[in-house]
């Protein structure tokens, strides 16, 4: 074996016919774009939902409401869920970071608590926001808040 006898492995090589090499090669003249027109002509680039003149999807479909950019998602998580925490792992300061290692949470969330269910744990909670129910709630059981 030698490089003169070297071949591409069956099959991963695929002959296409190449185009624009002249009118003997079947696909000569037009290059197989057809004729005249922006899409025949080198350097023809298309408009992204672009849909021939016709009136694009994107304009046709009516449009309603209002998206506020200034919008502040919170990860809620409620007193419950906290609940099950504190008895399964004897937790007695509960943070973000906290809530993330438990998959309650995502890491760049936002975290709000939020008073679904019975909290009876006396532990100290930091959170990005609080429902007043929560508060009342944690404040209750003898545990304290941080805002962050």
Request: glycine content about 12%; charged content about 25%.
């Amino acid at each position: 074996m030698n490089l003169s006898n070297l071949t591409p492995a069956e099959g991963s090589i695929k002959k296409s016919k190449r185009i624009g090499r002249g009118q003997g090669s079947g696909k000569g003249g037009t290059s197989t774009r057809g004729h005249k027109g922006a899409k025949s002509r080198s350097g023809y680039k298309s408009k992204i939902g672009f849909e021939g003149g016709q009136m694009p999807l994107q304009r046709r479909v009516p449009k309603f409401g209002f998206k506020n950019r200034n919008r502040v998602e919170y990860k809620a998580v409620n007193l419950d869920n906290l609940q099950k925490l504190v008895d399964v792992s004897k937790i007695t300061e509960i943070t973000p970071e906290v809530i993330v290692e438990n998959g309650l949470a995502n890491k760049k969330d936002l975290v709000k608590i939020l008073g679904r269910g019975e909290f009876s744990a006396k532990v100290k909670i930091s959170a990005h926001k609080f429902s007043e129910a929560a508060t009342v709630a944690i404040e209750a059981a003898g545990g304290s808040i941080v805002t962050l």
